[in-house]
């Protein structure tokens, strides 16, 4: 089971733009906001794990 760290670079729409933290990366993944917390905002910080999204 792996476990990914990201940050909420950007929300737009019903999208948002996130960059991986846990690692050097300078690429960002657009994900769909219906597959994140409803909560999220940006500058916030997520882990991914079993295929879902949590808050930290």
Known sequence: ?????????SIDGDYANLKRI??????????A???LPAEIY????LRYELL???ME
């Not at 089971?1 to 670079?9: A, C, F, G, L, N």
């Not at 940006?42 to 910080?45: D, F, L, N, P």
């Open 52 to 54: 879902q999204y949590y």
């Open 42 to 45: 940006e500058g916030c910080k």
């Open 22 to 31: 846990d690692i050097e990366s300078d690429d960002l993944k657009l994900v």
């Open 1 to 9: 089971m792996e476990t990914w760290y990201y940050e909420v670079v």
């Open 33 to 35: 906001r219906a597959l």
